[in-house]
């Protein structure tokens, strides 16, 4: 028995674990067994009931092994060979190319996917298809954070410093963030900071799990979180304690932004949002008297039409009080998929090309395409953000073709109806997957992939620690890596340059492209991240350390300066009105994984949540006509699903909660509305109207 050091394959917290195989192999897969690891510091020696298990994943009964393909419109998918699925794949794509232009055909990747893979992904979509629609279900997650981050902090990196760097803070404020179910380890290093005596403050429209071990939980109304962070820092600077000197040295902006907040006095900010005065100035008070402390958002703050304002208005507070920047505390944003901080630095986002470059910037180009070995003006333009992507499947102009890599959009995009029927006007949907997911069950052609415990690689984790993933059993016969398939279609399609399937060498290749980008990490090699536990980038040689703290010394912003950006209140996009009367938010659960894809085939997890529901308070409840456990519709203007009724205190009583993770009836995605940032283009899951009542 030999166990071997790798990571959950889920969440951004990427704890440690070390899987071991009992038995003796054959035709009966071994039966892997799933071990915590104590010397990966963010998950501290611990596994929420997702990573224990984790192993299951391996056996899922309806594991793809045979690639699949479909005959005909409606013919069924039916198993056949490698070379027939790649054939088909590559002629349609070729012949649609021909007939409309590259254009014709669209990838869609995930922030699941290793370094090696989100880099080539994009390389192959630039190089082999030459295409410029590229996007990612990152755009679903964080990027809201990251476009805010990098106008005021000049970079995008999820975390201001180690994880571990929590546990000494004097105060953490987590605006729309519910790690007790999302990262149940990540709150050990919270747990820590309170018993330091630090506090903890909680923003979220419901009193989470995260929430009740909070000293101090604010409940705003969803989407109302710039005006609270407005009116916070309306209080710090009416209240003197803003960081003038901090201010003065190492930002710029701030004059605008104080303008800007002087409409946000207190009363005026708890007629907007619901929270009481007296809380603010709490909230206030802990954060002020703190040494070191931490703003933190998560997707509840950032899934908005005003999302990036919303961090925007989170970050200038964190400015007012002196915070980024100095050890030991700063802004940080959660990241949440296993990769989703490397997912997005390496070429996979439609404006990207890979070390976070520009796609539009000549000599970002001009250096990528010396390593790609191409002319830098045969590389396409920007592409289509993920959502407008998805919208313009099948429309003239539109792509026709789509090769999805890590996702299941069906279940997982806002507005899924109208995904859905995009997905049908499709001449060609090719899925990889290692599951039947929704999304792959609608294919043309569904591959299937290697899995995280068959396949090697790194994987970045919320830090920006860079660390390894490793292949403890062999993929199922008839199974081929992401890398194998790209290459392979690389192949088939004439793409110039090197399509190694090789992971290694896939990294060795990837710091090169990225060398001298902002996500440089061309000093990092396997054996450094062996040695070291994993490495912090940016790190641009292999005798730089790393960088676990980037903004010590000055930012990564032209004058090193970190730069306020003066946001205003709006609402959300679709508000409530007679019609629609109440607040639909929606998130997670403990026991379930974003689409549910992976999750829903684990049999104690499917036990643990089994199905969807709404949270709803009882005095709602009661108005409407609904009981506890009772089915209840819940209809906005774009769809209804029909779910159970959970009652609950701890939501206020002008919102329901539906979770994500479940196809059919329940859908939360039929609902929501996919208006769009203006920045960076993430749709407003986190807010809209609906009706709701029992289901007749
Ligand atoms: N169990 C589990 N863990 C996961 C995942 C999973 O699917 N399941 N997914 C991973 C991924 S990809 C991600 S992105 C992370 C997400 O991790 P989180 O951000 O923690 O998860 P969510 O549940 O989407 O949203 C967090 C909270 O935002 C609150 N919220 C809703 N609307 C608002 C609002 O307008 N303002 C504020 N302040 N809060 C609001 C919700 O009530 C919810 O409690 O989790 C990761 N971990
Ligand atoms: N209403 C609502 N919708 C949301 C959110 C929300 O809070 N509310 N959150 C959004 C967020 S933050 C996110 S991140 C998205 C996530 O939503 P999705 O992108 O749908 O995420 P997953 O369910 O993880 O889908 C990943 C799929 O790829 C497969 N897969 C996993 N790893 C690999 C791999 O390495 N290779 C291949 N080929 N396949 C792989 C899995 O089996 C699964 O079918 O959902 C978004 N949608
Ligand atoms: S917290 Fe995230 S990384 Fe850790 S075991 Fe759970 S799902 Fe896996
Ligand atoms: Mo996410």
């Given at each position: 028995m030999m166990g071997?050091?790798?990571?959950?394959?889920?969440?951004?917290?990427?704890?440690?674990?070390?899987?071991?195989?009992?038995?003796?192999?054959g035709a009966a897969r071994d039966t892997v067994r799933v071990e915590p690891r104590d010397d990966v510091p963010a998950g501290r020696g611990g596994l929420c009931q997702k990573g224990w298990t984790a192993a299951e994943l391996l056996t899922v009964p309806d594991r793809l092994t045979a690639p699949m393909m479909r005959r005909g419109r409606d013919a069924p998918l039916e198993p056949c060979t490698w070379d027939e699925a790649l054939g088909r794949v590559a002629a349609e794509a070729e012949r649609l190319g021909a007939l409309h232009g590259p254009d014709a055909?669209?990838?869609?990747?995930?922030?699941?996917?290793?370094?090696?893979?989100?880099?080539?992904?994009?390389?192959?979509?630039?190089v082999a298809l030459g295409t410029s629609q590229i996007d990612y279900?990152?755009?679903?997650?964080?990027?809201?954070?990251?476009?805010?981050?990098?106008?005021?902090?000049?970079?995008?990196?999820g975390l201001p410093g180690p994880v571990t760097d929590l546990a000494a803070s004097g105060a953490v404020l987590l605006a729309g963030g519910n790690p007790a179910e999302t990262m149940p380890p990540f709150m050990r290093h919270l747990t820590e900071m309170r018993a330091g005596g630090g506090a903890l403050v909680v923003v979220d429209p419901r009193r989470t799990a995260t929430a009740r071990q909070a000293d101090l939980h604010l409940q705003p109304a969803p989407g109302t979180d710039i005006a609270l962070a407005n009116g916070l820092l309306h209080l710090v600077i009416a209240e003197g304690r803003a960081d003038g000197d901090y201010i003065a040295a190492r930002t710029t902006g701030f004059g605008a932004v104080r303008t800007a907040v002087n409409a946000y006095w207190p009363e005026r900010v708890e007629?907007?949002?619901?929270?009481?005065?007296?809380?603010?100035?709490?909230?206030?008070?802990?954060?002020?008297?703190?040494?070191?402390?931490?703003v933190l958002t998560g997707r509840g703050a950032e899934q908005h039409a005003r999302g990036t304002d919303t961090v925007s208005a989170f970050i200038n507070l964190a400015l007012a009080l002196g915070l980024p920047g100095r050890a030991g505390s700063g802004y940080g944003c959660l990241t949440g998929q296993g990769?989703?901080?490397?997912?997005?630095?390496?070429?996979?986002?439609?404006d990207q090309l890979p070390g976070y470059r520009r796609i539009d910037d000549p000599a970002a180009r001009a250096h990528v395409a010396g390593v790609?070995?191409?002319?830098?003006?045969?590389?396409?333009?920007?592409?289509?953000?993920?959502?407008?992507?998805?919208?313009?499947?099948?429309?003239?102009?539109?792509?026709?073709?789509?090769?999805?890599?890590?996702?299941?959009?069906?279940?997982?995009?806002?507005?899924?109806?109208?995904?859905?029927?995009?997905?049908?006007?499709?001449?060609?949907?090719?899925?990889?997957?290692?599951?039947p997911s929704?999304?792959?069950?609608?294919?043309?052609?569904?591959?299937?992939?290697?899995?995280?415990?068959?396949?090697?690689?790194?994987?970045?984790?919320l830090e920006g620690r860079v660390l390894r993933r490793r292949r403890a059993v062999p993929p199922p016969d008839g199974v081929r890596t992401d890398l194998e398939i790209i290459g392979a279609l690389a192949a088939r399609l004439g793409a110039p340059g090197e399509w190694s399937t090789?992971?290694?060498?896939?990294?060795?290749?990837?710091?090169?492209?990225?060398?001298?980008?902002?996500?440089?990490?061309?000093?990092?090699?396997?054996?450094?991240i062996e040695a070291e536990g994993g490495v912090f980038w940016p790190c641009p040689s292999q005798d730089h350390p790393g960088t676990p703290r980037p903004y010590l010394d000055r930012f990564p912003t032209p004058d090193g300066r970190a730069r306020f950006v003066p946001v205003e209140h709006h609402g959300p996009a679709e508000d409530v009105d007679a019609g629609y009367p109440v607040y639909l938010t929606t998130g997670r659960v403990l026991a379930q994984y974003q689409s549910g894809a992976q999750t829903r085939r684990v049999p104690a997890l499917a036990e643990a949540a089994p199905g969807p529901f709404a949270e709803l308070h009882p005095d709602l409840a009661a108005r409407l006509g609904i009981e506890d456990g009772g089915e209840v519709r819940v209809e906005s203007r774009r769809g209804a699903v029909t779910v159970r009724a959970r009652f609950s205190d701890a939501i206020r009583d002008d919102t329901v909660f539906i979770p994500f993770h479940w196809a059919g009836e329940g859908r939360a995605n039929l609902l929501t509305n996919p208006a769009l940032d203006p920045v960076s283009r993430m749709p407003e899951f986190k807010v809209c109207a609906v009706r709701l009542g029992p289901a007749r």
């Open positions: 071997t050091p790798t990571h959950c394959p889920y969440c951004a917290l990427q704890c440690g674990m070390t899987l071991s195989r009992d038995g003796a192999g055909v669209a990838v869609f990747g995930g922030g699941g996917l290793t370094n090696e893979k989100a880099y080539q992904l994009g390389k192959f979509a630039r279900n990152g755009r679903f997650c964080m990027s809201s954070a990251a476009a805010a981050s990098g106008r005021a902090l000049g970079m995008d990196r007629r907007i949002t619901g929270v009481p005065v007296p809380l603010m100035r709490e909230a206030v008070r802990l954060l002020a008297r703190a040494g070191r402390a931490h990769n989703g901080q490397g997912g997005r630095e390496h070429g996979q986002k439609a790609w070995g191409v002319d830098p003006d045969s590389l396409p333009g920007p592409g289509r953000s993920a959502q407008e992507l998805l919208s313009a499947l099948g429309t003239p102009g539109g792509p026709k073709a789509l090769l999805v890599f890590g996702s299941n959009p069906l279940v997982s995009a806002p507005r899924a109806a109208a995904v859905e029927e995009r997905l049908g006007a499709l001449d060609l949907l090719v899925v990889a997957d290692f599951v929704e999304t792959a069950r609608r294919a043309d052609v569904a591959l299937p992939a290697a899995q995280w415990a068959e396949e090697s690689g790194t994987m970045t984790n090789d992971p290694a060498e896939v990294f060795a290749e990837l710091r090169r492209a990225g060398a001298g980008g902002a996500a440089d990490y061309s000093g990092i090699t396997y054996e450094r």
